[in-house]
């Protein structure tokens, strides 16, 4: 899996539900797992911590609700990625 396509299937699944989220969820923070929305938290340290608890050291998302979206990157320096050989 390339770097670019880390998470794409969590935010796809987010923007699919983003209108539904925002109207009963806004402000919390949502974490999603491929095409599953799991669980809406509170706080984003819940629902990191929730993450790892269910699926362990693999990448997961964890996106807060919002109407306007800041642009925000994290990464685990955790996770190994393997590199494309050439």
Do not use: C, R, W
Not at 15 to 20: I, M, S
Not at 33 to 46: A, H, N, R, T, V
Not at 66 to 71: A, C, G, I
């Amino acid at each position: 899996m390339e770097k670019k396509d880390l998470l794409k299937e969590e935010l796809e699944t987010y923007e699919t539900n983003k209108a539904n989220l925002i109207q009963t969820d806004l402000g919390k923070f949502v974490l999603i797992k491929g095409k599953e929305i799991i669980s809406i938290f509170e706080s984003e340290k819940d629902a990191i911590n929730s993450g790892f608890e269910k699926f362990g050291n693999v990448s997961f998302l964890v996106k807060k609700i919002e109407q306007v979206e800041q642009t925000q990157n994290f990464t685990s320096n955790l996770i190994h990625i393997p590199q494309k050989q050439e």
